[in-house]
Structures are given as structure tokens and as C-alpha cells.
């Protein structure tokens, strides 16, 4: 797997080779990053506290995300020097660091910042230099329709970026420009938005316990639930019930 580790504050005195016995010494700020090969045998040491994120790319992922975003599938990696900083690389990795520390995880949020800082460090280190522009067309109107249908058909299951990105024959990378510029927001809030309303339906139209419309409308739990919805409706599932039920009776 290639690895790639973006400094999130500073992290003076550390040390590292690649492919080799030769210890480099650097100070290392934030947005720094280190991108290593899988091929290549990495030696990285630093004292005191290190705030980063580090993350691992399989090969076959990248493979096909390389075929997607070059003029070919080779990328063949170059890491930039010790102490290079890369300042979007940064914003992907304090959003996932931000996220990763939040008591509502969003998995497809997640996913969908991994295939982005993917194509960014195949696009920014890769070898080969010919890439293709970066488009910003819109889903057409049947893909729209697809797509919609798609996740409100299947918003209990573990979606992915891939997953929906194949119902429209889209690559990832494409389809999170496409879906945002066309619906005015992301896939993972899209997601989020259909899962809350499928939730609050059933919070006030049946008496299913909590736990089973968490289940049923794509939450991983019902303190999923829970903490999603007093982050974004600032009401928890019992209040909604409730607020429910009172519209009835009166």
C-alpha cells in the first residue's frame, strides 16, 4: 500500500530516509507531507507529541482511480522533499481529523475526503505528467433521477462514493463534482438529509423503538441517530416523537 502522512501542526526535529541509510533532519510545520511508495522502505522518527493524519491507499484503488483522473493508469509516485508543505493537502486532512473526532461519524464523508485527497496526490506527485482537466459538468437529468432513486431505495445499506458513483457510470472523483454542482450539495449530505427525514417519519408515524428506525433508516446505531440529529435538527429522536404525537392528539 502507498502511505501518505500530513503534519497537522508542527513537529520540529524529525527524522526520516527513503530507500536509504541516510538520516534527513527536519522541522516539519504544519501542512507538511510525506508520501511514501509502496516499494520504497521508510524510516520516519520524531520526539515529543505528532499530530497527524496518516492514511493507506490500497493499489487497486488507486489503479482505477488513476485510470479516471490520468491519460493512462501509471502513477507511479514521486514523494516531494522532507518538509514540503502542501496546503490542500492540509484542509483534507484537518477535515478528516475534524471528522474522525466527532461524535456522528459520517462513513460516506470520510470516504468521499479519501477519494478526494486520492486524486489529489495522484494528480500533484505522480510521475506522469500528462492528466486530464478537471471537468465540471452536471449530471444529466436521467442520472438524476437514478441516483436519487438509488440511495432513497437503499439508505439502510453501507453506501460508499464508489458505489454511487457506479449507478451513474461516473469515476469518484467526478461524481462528487457532478452531484454537488448539480443538487447544491455534497452526496454525503444528500445521504444524511434522506436518512434524518426517513428517520423523523418514522419517529412520528409508527411506534417503532428508536433503536430499529436508526436501524432502518441507515444509522449505525441509535446514538448515531441521536447525535445527528440534535447536530443538525438540534432535537433529539424522543422530542421529535413527541412534538409528533402532540400534532395528533390536538
Request: aromatic share 6%; glycine share 6%; net charge positive.
Amino acid at each position: 500500500m502507498d502511505f501518505a502522512s500530513i503534519m497537522l501542526s508542527p513537529s520540529p526535529g524529525m527524522e526520516a530516509a527513503f530507500a536509504s541509510d541516510r538520516i534527513y533532519q527536519f522541522n516539519a510545520p504544519a501542512g507538511a507531507v510525506v508520501i511514501n511508495p509502496a516499494e520504497i522502505d521508510r524510516t520516519l522518527r520524531w520526539s515529543g507529541t505528532k499530530k497527524n493524519v496518516a492514511v493507506a491507499f490500497g493499489r487497486a484503488a488507486y489503479a482505477a482511480l488513476a485510470a479516471t483522473e490520468l491519460d493512462g493508469n501509471s502513477w507511479d509516485l514521486r514523494p516531494p522533499k522532507f518538509g514540503h508543505v502542501d496546503l490542500r493537502a492540509l484542509r483534507i486532512g484537518t477535515a478528516m481529523a475534524k471528522e474522525l473526532s466527532s461524535t456522528a461519524v459520517n462513513p460516506v464523508y470520510l470516504d468521499a475526503l479519501m477519494t478526494v485527497l486520492a486524486v489529489h496526490i495522484i494528480r500533484t506527485y505522480s510521475a506522469h505528467k500528462i492528466t486530464k482537466p478537471m471537468t465540471q459538468a452536471r449530471l444529466a437529468g436521467h442520472h438524476v433521477k437514478r441516483i436519487r432513486e438509488y440511495i432513497h431505495q437503499n439508505m439502510a445499506e453501507n453506501l460508499t462514493i464508489l458505489s454511487m458513483a457506479r449507478v451513474v457510470q461516473s469515476s469518484p472523483s467526478h461524481f462528487i463534482r457532478a452531484f454537488t454542482l448539480t443538487l447544491g450539495m455534497p452526496p454525503h449530505q444528500y445521504l444524511t438529509k434522506v436518512r434524518l427525514e426517513e428517520a423523523e417519519t418514522l419517529l412520528t408515524q409508527t411506534n417503532l423503538p428508536i433503536f430499529e428506525i436508526a436501524h432502518r433508516s441507515g444509522f449505525s446505531s441509535q446514538s448515531h441517530l441521536t447525535n445527528t440529529m440534535k447536530r443538525l435538527k438540534n432535537l433529539t429522536p424522543g422530542q421529535i416523537r413527541a412534538a409528533g404525537n402532540a400534532g395528533i392528539t390536538g
